[in-house]
């Protein structure tokens, strides 16, 4: 049960047990703290008519896995536990909808860099989140900027794993463009070419073509960016990821981001410049529709990309 007023959630699952919010500590001199050495992911159950549903659990769980690979993290779950982890702690929780929060962090008490040797903890978190970037942006369209900030380069900083420390990056963009008074930053890669927002995908409309970065531009591959890839080739559009050039921005009919916190949330303005007439794009609407549609249990689950939370998961 969540304590809405505290935004905390009753249990939090550590290593195998649920454990009361506040024992879900760790030590200040752990690796993480001082050197970013966590990896996450983000994943959305929604309130769907059957009860609460997990979208895309085991692809996001499958990225967790390939984020620990990358940086050579041991780890002892694997990604059904981890599923099947998560479906209980929601039951747990009693909760319809929630953001999860699964987090694999080494910690220990060794206090130089290196991470060999130092243990490795699982922790799977939930909270409620509201639109991401506000209803408003939601709605109507987000004001975005490009940031003076870049993503890595490629043989910096692996962009492909959810790793903590890429965060500080998107901090920094995202700090500017909210000091400037923008709702999202849109981040080029190493090259000059568009990359994706702080913390979302991005997608632009020109002609009926839908375009989005390729992997190669410093990105998260994000599954809300594979989710859309696939539905709007469904609905009949073609679907390029390839490199844009920063003025494609300024040229487009529709530009959106799209993430599991920010789900598809229109973009109206780039560097001032009105998205098309300002509003969102008949595009961009229809995929939103499609996309929670499906995830809200609306539209048929064709993909089998929900995972019910049944009641009786609930270990108490
Ligand atoms: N890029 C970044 C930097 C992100 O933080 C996110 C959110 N996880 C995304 C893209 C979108 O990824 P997904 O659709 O898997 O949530």
Redo the contacts with the bound molecule.
């Keep these: 049960m969540q304590d809405r007023a505290a935004g905390r959630t009753a249990k939090i699952w550590r290593d195998g047990n649920l454990v009361n919010w506040e024992d879900a500590n760790i030590h200040v001199i752990s690796h993480v703290a001082h050197y970013g050495s966590g990896v996450f ?3 959305r159950a929604y309130e769907t008519p059957a009860g609460a549903a997990v979208f ?1 659990l085991q ?2 769980m499958r ?1 967790l896995m390939d984020s620990c690979r990358i940086y050579r993290m041991p780890m002892k779950w694997t990604a059904e536990d981890l599923a099947q982890a998560t479906v209980e702690t929601i039951a747990a929780n009693d909760m319809t909808a929630a953001y999860i929060r699964p987090l694999v962090m080494r910690t220990g008490e060794q206090m130089g860099f290196s991470p060999i040797g130092v243990p490795v903890e699982t922790f799977i978190i939930l909270w409620n989140w509201d639109t991401y970037l506000g209803h408003e942006a939601f709605e109507n369209g987000a004001d975005a900027c490009v940031s003076s900030w870049r993503r890595p380069a490629p043989d910096t900083f692996p ?1 492909m794993a ?1 790793a903590s420390g ?2 500080l990056n ?1 901090q920094l963009s995202k700090i500017e463009a909210r000091q400037d008074g923008y709702h999202e930053a849109i981040t080029l890669d190493s090259f000059g070419y568009v990359s ?6 991005l997608f632009v409309v020109r002609d009926r073509v839908v375009y989005t970065s390729p992997i190669s531009a410093g ?9 859309i890839i696939r539905l709007a080739r469904e609905m009949g559009h073609e679907v390029r990821e390839q490199n844009m050039p920063r003025e494609m921005l300024y040229i487009a009919d529709e530009v959106f981001f ?5 789900e598809i949330t229109p973009v109206r303005s780039v560097d001032k410049v009105p998205v098309g007439n300002g509003k969102p794009g008949p595009i961009t609407q229809a995929l939103q529709a499609e996309y929670l549609g499906i995830a809200k249990g609306q539209v048929p689950d064709r993909h089998g990309w929900l995972t019910p939370v049944p009641v009786a998961a609930a270990v108490r």
């Design positions: 992911e983000g994943i895309r692809d996001h990225r962009t959810k890429n965060y998107s994706e927002g702080s913390g979302e995908n990105i998260l591959h994000g599954i809300t960016r594979d989710t799209s993430g599991t916190a920010a």
